[in-house]
């Protein structure tokens, strides 16, 4: 069975700074990896995804997530973050292969940036 | 119109009734998935229908559950002598399918919250 850790229940950033949210995977062979965003009381929204190539993906609104399989790990980061970034981040697992085709996701983390 | 659109946005009902979600997937996914939110979690897979049938239903909690997609496009699911546990947030997704290969990204409609009193 997949799983995806997201070990920060919280992260705060000031303004400009680099973030990182942290996320760690457990999946039967290769992994398709994805993040999503979500704002209150909006649906999910797709950031990026990793399926094979390079380790580092980018995304939209200027995120990127870096996938090491040997830490099985596939953090978000920003290189200077917004206000506007402040929303709760989801990490994703599903199998590259196989029968399986839904997404497991992560509890979640509440991303604050502050002014 | 352009995105997953799920109705109602809100429902209330009391415990014991009976209550129908409906999902209206993006035109030409064929790959559609219900999944449930509690507060505080992340998103629960409770099934996904690959055109008409239930290609895994493995999520649904039990079988006061369910749910159908007759025509291929629009779902509903369906639940039964509603509990006070079943009280969260219902999403629905679809994906496109590409010659026969799933593309991966899940996109996501606004939800439909339930409250069973």
């Known amino acids: 069975a997949q799983s995806v850790a997201q070990p920060e229940d919280q992260v705060n950033v000031a303004e400009g700074n680099p973030l990182t949210v942290k996320c760690t995977y457990s999946?039967?062979?290769?992994?398709?990896l994805f993040w999503y965003v979500q704002y209150p009381n909006r649906g999910l929204q797709f950031l990026l995804k990793y399926i094979t190539g390079d380790n580092l993906v980018k995304g939209s609104y200027g995120f990127e997530a870096e996938f090491n399989k040997s830490q099985t790990s596939f953090h978000l980061k920003k290189p200077s973050a917004l206000v506007s970034d402040s929303a709760l981040y989801f990490c994703a697992v599903r199998p590259f292969s196989g029968s399986a085709r839904q997404l497991t996701f992560g509890s979640g983390t509440q991303l604050t940036v502050l002014p | 119109g352009a995105g997953v659109s799920q109705t109602p946005s809100n429902k209330v009902t009391e415990k014991g009734k009976y209550v129908e979600l409906r999902c209206d997937p993006i035109s030409g996914h064929t790959a559609l998935y219900w999944y449930r939110q509690s507060l505080g979690q992340g998103p629960e897979f409770l099934i996904y229908?690959?055109?008409?049938?239930?290609?895994?239903d493995s999520g649904l909690p039990n079988d006061r559950f369910f749910a159908v997609r007759p025509e291929g496009s629009v779902s509903t699911l369906k639940i039964q002598r509603t509990e006070r546990g079943d009280s969260a947030v219902y999403l629905c997704a679809s994906s496109l399918t590409v010659a026969g290969a799933n593309t991966g990204e899940l996109f996501f409609g606004e939800g439909s919250r339930l409250t069973v009193l």
């Open positions: 999946v039967s062979g290769n992994p398709y």
């Open positions: 229908f690959q055109g008409t049938g239930a290609a895994d």
